[in-house]
């Protein structure tokens, strides 16, 4: 079974600011499988990356994805306000079909 | 555009059988593309993958809960259902149920539905 570390737990930015988010696998992972989704209190996910690097449709640029095998990174390159969420990595492909990891929390400082 | 809702009992008494459907409109669920999925969230939790079903029937669980879960179609209805037995507190989550795309972007959740809060107990 694959796991999905998200580290860290909660980052506290400030608007403007840069946050570098982490995701790491217990086996390697195929890049076309590896998403990233925002959710907000008492809201679903959304899709925010696909593919590891490619951004869902409607995503602003300041986001963007990368990594590839066992490490995989989001970054938001100048937070806005309503980028303040709960991030989760998703994958797909080893047993269970899908895992998540535990999520980060980007808090406002 | 595609819109997925869940609906079903938010009480369900431990050892009991839970069951939610989820209502799709925008799209038909029978159309080849798609996987239609649930996942749940325990309250201040992570989200857990339940299972999927796909156009022709056939079904994939996530093992940890394989030997309770079973995920059905109703097309004619265009809805997709999840039956979770013999339930614990443990159960308690919101339910969220989920389009699967198969293409680009393959293997990612969009849309979802809104979710729905089960609570087991007594």
């Known amino acids: 079974e694959i796991v999905l570390t998200q580290s860290p737990g909660t980052v506290s930015l400030s608007p403007g600011e840069r946050a570098t988010l982490s995701c790491r696998a217990s086996?390697?992972?195929?890049?076309?499988?590896l998403a990233w989704y925002q959710q907000k209190p008492g809201q679903a996910p959304r899709l925010v990356i696909f593919g590891a690097s490619n951004r869902a449709p409607g995503i602003p640029d300041r986001f963007s994805g990368s990594g590839s095998g066992t490490d995989f990174t989001l970054t938001i390159s100048r937070l806005e306000p309503e980028d303040f969420a709960v991030y989760y990595c998703?994958?797909?492909?080893?047993?269970?079909?899908?895992?998540f990891g535990q999520g980060t929390k980007l808090e406002i400082k | 555009q595609v819109q997925l809702e869940e609906s079903g009992p938010g009480l369900v008494k431990p050892s009991q059988t839970l069951s939610l459907t989820c209502t799709v409109s925008?799209?038909?669920?029978?159309?080849?593309?798609?996987?239609w999925t649930w996942i749940r969230q325990p309250a201040g939790e992570g989200l857990e993958w339940i299972g999927r079903i796909y156009a022709s029937g056939s079904t994939n669980y996530n093992p940890s809960l394989e030997s309770r879960v079973t995920i059905s179609a109703d097309t004619s209805k265009n809805q997709f259902s999840l039956t979770l037995t013999s339930v614990t507190a443990a159960d308690t989550a919101v339910y969220f149920c989920a389009r699967e795309r198969i293409v680009v972007p393959a293997a990612t959740f969009d849309p979802w539905g809104q979710g729905t809060l089960v609570t087991v107990s007594s």
């Open positions: 998703q994958q797909y492909g080893r047993s269970p079909l899908y895992s």
């Open positions: 086996q390697s992972v195929s890049s076309t499988y």
């Open positions: 925008g799209v038909s669920i029978s159309s080849g593309s798609y996987y």
